[in-house]
């Protein structure tokens, strides 16, 4: 019994983690805000974002305004909208090494 409440409760966790990882297409592309230009606080800093993020309660994707970071090792390749099938998908910013 013990068992299979815990594997029943590791299948539900998984279940979801896998469902909030997936993309969720839209049928119009929101748009970034309009706003002002934050300069660098520094030659090793570069601006990663502005970023959208699936919001799985409201059903829509949530606007993540832009931040300067540390540079890492390699590029920082901005996310973009991809059409798909009978709609866009958002497709996230990555470090390209």
Not at 3 to 25: E, G
Not at 32 to 45: D, E, L, M, N, Q
Request: net charge positive.
């Amino acid at each position: 019994m013990n068992l299979k409440f815990h594997a029943l409760i590791l299948a539900a966790t998984i279940i979801i983690l896998v469902a909030s990882c997936t993309t969720q297409k839209v049928t119009v592309k929101p748009e970034f805000p309009v706003g002002a230009t934050i300069a660098s606080p520094g030659p090793s800093y570069v601006l990663k974002g502005p970023e959208w993020k699936w919001n799985s309660s409201s059903k829509n994707y949530t606007y993540i305004a832009p931040e300067y970071v540390i540079r890492e090792n390699g590029v920082w390749v901005r996310g973009h909208w991809k059409q798909v099938r009978r709609g866009y998908e958002w497709i996230p910013g990555y470090w390209k090494m």
